[in-house]
């Protein structure tokens, strides 16, 4: 990881050699890391062997994850409010009125900084979580940007997204997006995040070089999570609120074309050629595939409550994660059939997977 975050913060830190040896060989093997919410730990899963390895314990109801681009941490995100040790500082740059009226003002903002968020940095070698940062709110998805600098988190109670820096451990900024934000993901260049805002329909373009919203696309509906084509010229978003996936153009911020999924969709992903869209529907109990070029539609059932997912990078298969139970199914992306059924602690959230 760059920007001196691995000597910095774990240079005190000391592991026996018996526990790290296992997990040492595991790095070599392709793994999905996935938060299980209140089961309060993240499962690691072996991908090539389809088996729970271990288990990242000391968590408390993780929802969102995302790897540094090494794959040397996972950063991930607690859903419940923690009791700070110290008051929410102000960002630089931000002045008392503004910081007051984005944590609420007044009483509220004394709540807000009574009931901060919380980001683990775990070692995914040896499972130990090496810092625990402080955050303004709950976090509801987790992304870290390309460079391995920063953390950004969604904060659906906050109206926004909080940036930490991974080096300092500090909070750089927090950025008023829109009513319960939910998702984030980051063009190829790193120079803009999109954050879905699912309370008013709209996407809010971040700046990454100054932190602040130069635009919102209006997308109606109610965005949740998305994924960005490979040429960065489209991005692909569920709507719970019509059972469908919009395709933004962002060049001009317009809804090119809709592609019906089914009630609550929620997980949604591309073929690593970015040619096929996947997309889940938790209402419907279906998992749905859909060939861009041609338009056209497969779907299969998928029950209970299809959840997350993740396409995997090696070899194209998908993980889909359960509301209802603690499972993880790996499907067939041609013909949508079930490979394997993976026996999870809990309830899976936000799939990372390693890239290497």
């Not at 774990?10 to 296992?22: D, E, F, K, R």
């Not at 944590?103 to 130990?128: F, I, K, M, Q």
């Not at 109206?159 to 500090?170: C, F, P, R, T």
């Not at 209970?304 to 790996?330: C, F, I, M, N």
Request: charged share 20%; aromatic share 4%; net charge negative.
């Amino acid at each position: 990881m760059k920007h001196r975050f691995c000597k910095r913060w774990l240079a005190g830190l000391t592991i026996s050699a018996a526990m790290s040896l296992p997990l040492m060989a595991a790095a070599d093997t392709t793994r999905a890391f996935i938060p299980m919410g209140m089961a309060d730990s993240v499962g690691v899963i072996d991908l090539e062997s389809r088996q729970v390895t271990s288990s990242m314990t000391g968590t408390v109801n993780t929802h969102g994850s995302a790897l540094t681009p090494d794959g040397q941490y996972l950063v991930a995100g607690s859903l419940t409010a923690h009791e700070s040790e110290e008051p929410v500082s102000r960002p630089e740059g931000v002045t008392e009125d503004e910081h007051a009226a984005h944590h609420g003002g007044g009483a509220a903002a004394a709540s807000e900084e009574s009931n901060t968020g919380l980001l683990y940095v775990v070692d995914t070698a040896t499972n130990a979580i090496a810092r625990t940062l402080e955050v303004p709110g709950p976090v509801h998805h987790v992304l870290v940007t390309s460079d391995g600098r920063y953390a950004v988190s969604t904060h659906p109670m906050g109206g926004g997204i909080s940036i930490v820096d991974l080096d300092s451990g500090k909070l750089v900024k927090s950025v008023a997006t829109g009513p319960a934000p939910n998702y984030v993901v980051e063009t190829d260049d790193g120079q803009s995040l999109l954050v879905s805002n699912s309370g008013n329909g709209t996407i809010s373009e971040v700046d990454t070089t100054h932190w602040f919203v130069k635009r919102n696309l209006r997308v109606g509906g109610g965005p949740e999570h998305m994924v960005l084509a490979p040429d960065n010229e489209r991005l692909y978003v569920n709507d719970v609120a019509s059972g469908q996936v919009s395709v933004v153009e962002l060049s001009s911020g317009a809804v090119a074309a809709t592609y019906e999924i089914g009630g609550e969709p929620h997980g949604v992903g591309l073929s690593n050629d970015g040619q096929i869209l996947f997309a889940t529907s938790k209402g419907s109990n279906r998992i749905v595939r859909i060939e861009l070029a041609s338009g056209a539609r497969r779907s299969a059932p998928l029950a209970p409550a299809p959840y997350h997912l993740a396409v995997s990078p090696h070899d194209g298969q998908l993980l889909v994660t359960s509301r209802a139970e603690g499972k993880l199914w790996v499907l067939d992306p041609e013909s949508l059939d079930i490979i394997d059924e993976i026996p999870l602690e809990g309830i899976g959230h936000q799939i990372s997977l390693e890239a290497n």
